[in-house]
Structures are given as C-alpha cells and as structure tokens.
C-alpha cells in the first residue's frame, strides 16, 4: 500500500466527523434565526354581552338586630340566690321558674303574720257583739277592725314575699346569660338576674344620614318611599324573608343629622340573634335600562370607574362607566354602557390595552358533562 493510501485511510474519520459537526451547526443556526420561543396566542377570556335591565333602586345601610321584646328579669325580694333553675340560651316560657331565693326566712315571717291576722280577727269577732250591746266604746270596735284589716294585708303581703322567692319569666322567650351566681346575695337595689328576648319578630334598628335623605323628594322619607325592605347577612347572602317597616321617626337627630328607623322581620327559624350585625336594603322603586356587571369585573382606579370590553379585531378597551349601587353580587352601571357591548370578567390582571383576546360566553353548569355524553352517543 502507498502512503498516499494509508495517509486518506486515516484522515477519512476526522473528515466525516467535521461534516456532522458543521451540519449541525449549520442546523441550529438555522433554528436560531428561525425566531426562538413559539409565539403565544390571544388571551382566553370569558364576556357577558350587555343587555338594559329593570333593575329595582335601593339604599343599603349598617343596621343591627334586637328582641321584638327585651324584657329584664329582676328578683322582688332579697336574699340568697340558692339555685338557677334554666339552661342559660333556652327558649323560656312565660311563667317559668328561673331563680329561686332562700326561702326559710319568709316562710316565717308568713307564719308570723298568719298568727297575727288570726289573732286581730278573733278579737274583732270578741267585739262585735260588745260592741252591739254597747258594752263597750265604738271606737274600741273600730279599732280593733282596722287592726285586723291591716293584719290581713300584711298576710297577703308575706305570701306574695314567699311566692317572690321563685323568680319566674315574665314573658316568653330566649334567656341570657344569668348575672347572678347561686350564693350570691340579691337586694332590691340590685335585683337584675338576666334578661329574655323575644326573637320571632325579630327587629332591626338603622338610621339614614343626610346623604342617603336626600335621594328622597324634599330630603325626607316617608312610609309610601318604601316598597320593600331587604335583610343582607355577613356573609353576603339575603334573607329569604322580606321585613317591614315598624318605626319611622318624625324628626331628625340633631346630634347625628340622621332620621332612625326599624324594621321587623320573621324569625321562626331563629336563624336571626339579637345584637347581629347586618345591612338592610331599602327598596324604593324600579330603574329602566340599566346594565349589570359583577361587581368582580369593574375596576377603581385614580381616574374612575372602568371595565374592561373587547373592542374591534378582538382586542382589550378599557371603558370609562358610571356606577350605582350594589344589587346582589352585581354593579349596577347607569352609564358609559350599551346594548351588545362585551364586559371581560376574568383574566383583568393579566390584560393590557390593545392586547388582542379570544372572548367566549360564561360556562353553563351541566354543559361540560352533557357535551362529552353527547360525544360518545
């Protein structure tokens, strides 16, 4: 063999091996100027279309609940509280013991004032017929009836002390927290042992400032404002049942400059307890043509009120709207709005101005499993 053949025999794998080399650099040169990382397409987002709306008008305001009734229960006698006879929180009956007092030292003052009463009416009946002989004065007669008289009502007045000693319900209804402990001891000065409330009704106290009085013609509201009254709950939700106005004040609060007012709601459930916080909506009438949005999808910022629509070719505008109240979980928008428009919904963080999207109407519940179930028949 030549050493021009052994020489290329030997060089042949260095040369295959710098062509694969320069092919794929050649190769990822290429994909490099290809553009790098896949471009990403419009943003999925979810649009309610604009339609106008009657929607009711109403003013919401910071209320808290209270007992239709609110009634203390205080001890008539003194002594030594013994025994609590209820569970403190139960429902009570009108009636119903609830505290009782020692009662060994009316017991006998009753003996004692049963023994005197027994005594002025014997005399009385020792007198009387003296007294028709003329065997004696008159007035010996007259005195001894007043004597006995009073001897009587001092009787009267020792079984009432004895019945006292039982501290009954004046009223039906939940029982508080008991403010006496047994051993203590009660005097009429402070007799107050706990309070019960009545809760079905129930009633809620609120008041309305000058702001809200003068949504109403000449700046006062009167019973005929009102159509219906609305119960909102911490946590959002409504009473299922509508209330209705008990109190209107007449006059203004010169302190607060607010007019008070109270409504009265059924509370067979108990689901409402006295001293809640909660929002009552006043509802005074109808509004046409107005737009809802979720209260979600409208945005404050420094310059306003907006929400976000997909404008032409399906992109982001942000649009300036005017806002009204609250009407469930919903804006009620009074401008900047019209019919067919499309409001964004979700994904605001994620949006900018012009950005192009991929809008699509809100999921119905149910049709993602009717729609695979169709599929396979």
């Not at 260095?14 to 990403?40: E, H, N, R, Y």
């Not at 339609?51 to 910071?62: A, D, G, R, W």
């Not at 001092?154 to 403010?179: K, M, Y």
């Not at 509004?287 to 979600?296: C, E, K």
Request: glycine residues 10%; contains cysteine; positive net charge.
């Amino acid at each position: 063999m030549s050493p021009t053949s052994l020489f290329q025999r030997k060089a042949l794998p260095f040369v295959v091996s710098a062509l694969i080399g320069a092919l794929a650099a050649a190769g990822c040169s290429s994909d490099k100027q290809a553009g790098g990382p896949p471009k990403m397409g419009p943003m999925p987002v979810t649009v309610l279309e604009m339609q106008p709306q009657k929607v009711p008008t109403s003013i919401e305001i910071m209320a808290q609940t209270e007992g239709a009734r609110e009634t203390e229960v205080r001890a008539r006698v003194g002594g030594i509280l013994t025994k609590r006879l209820y569970q403190e929180g139960d429902t009570v009956k009108s009636g119903q013991p609830l505290f009782q007092i020692d009662r060994a030292p009316y017991e006998i003052a009753l003996s004692e004032a049963k023994a005197k009463a027994e005594q002025t009416a014997r005399e009385v009946g020792r007198l009387k017929g003296l007294a028709e002989a003329k065997a004696i004065a008159q007035k010996d007669y007259d005195d001894a009836v007043s004597a006995n008289a009073m001897a009587q009502a001092a009787l009267r007045q020792a079984e009432l002390n004895l019945s006292w000693t039982t501290v009954t319900a004046p009223v039906a209804g939940t029982t508080g927290r008991a403010i006496k402990s047994d051993g203590n001891l009660i005097s009429t000065a402070d007799s107050l042992l706990t309070s019960i409330y009545q809760t079905n009704p129930i009633w809620v106290r609120f008041s309305l400032g000058e702001s809200d009085l003068a949504k109403f013609p000449g700046g006062r509201m009167t019973q005929k404002d009102i159509k219906g009254v609305e119960l909102v709950m911490a946590n959002g939700q409504t009473y299922d049942k509508r209330g209705k106005l008990n109190f209107l004040a007449t006059n203004i609060d010169t302190t607060l400059g607010t007019q008070q007012l109270r409504a009265e709601f059924d509370n067979a459930g108990g689901q409402l307890l006295p001293g809640q916080f909660v929002r009552v909506r006043l509802l005074t009438g109808e509004r046409d043509g107005a737009f809802l949005v979720p209260q979600t999808a409208v945005l404050q910022t420094e310059q306003g009120t907006l929400v976000m629509t997909v404008g032409a070719e399906n992109k982001v505008a942000p649009r300036p709207v005017k806002a009204g109240e609250w009407h469930g979980k919903d804006w009620v928008i009074l401008g900047g709005l019209k019919a067919g428009d499309k409001v964004i919904v979700d994904n605001l963080l994620k949006l900018r101005p012009g950005a192009p999207v991929d809008p699509h109407p809100p999921v119905v519940p149910g049709a993602e499993q009717a729609a695979p179930a169709a599929k396979k028949d």
